[in-house]
Nanobody, 119 residues
Framework: QVQLVESGGGLAHIGGSLTLSCAAS????????MGWFRQAPGKQRELVAT???????NTADSVKGRFTTSGDSVKNTVSLQMNSLKPEDTAVYYC?????????????WGQGTQVTVSS
């Protein structure tokens, strides 16, 4: 089992910034991909950004140029720096990890953290 613990989030003004962090913990696992998804009310969960173990980054077009994801493969952590926030960024943000345990891949999700952007 792998646990994902998120921190950060909260309330920001339009144009403001927030940082989300996530740490993965457990026994005998290796992280293949970590990143962030979000889900706004009445909408499907969508990709925000992910970073793979080889360092490659996948970022949604809607946040490119505003959000930056980074990871630490030793500490098994991932962060999301969110700048120039817009009201449409309001959502519950979920940390995600795809990990390998004993030769099998598993997906894990954090509990979610609310991000609200308002004037």
């Amino acid at each position: 089992q792998v646990q994902l613990v998120e921190s950060g989030g909260g309330l920001a003004h339009i144009g403001g910034s927030l940082t989300l962090s996530c740490a993965a913990s457990g026994n005998s696992f290796s992280v293949l991909v970590m990143g962030w998804f979000r889900q706004a009310p009445g909408k499907q969960r969508e990709l925000v950004a992910t970073i793979s173990s080889d360092g490659s980054i996948n970022t949604a077009d809607s946040v490119k140029g505003r959000f930056t994801t980074s990871g630490d493969s030793v500490k098994n952590t991932v962060s999301l720096q969110m700048n120039s926030l817009k009201p449409e960024d309001t959502a519950v943000y979920y940390c995600y990890a795809n990990v390998r345990i004993s030769g099998y891949n598993y997906n894990y999700w954090g509990q979610g953290t609310q991000v609200t952007v308002s004037s």
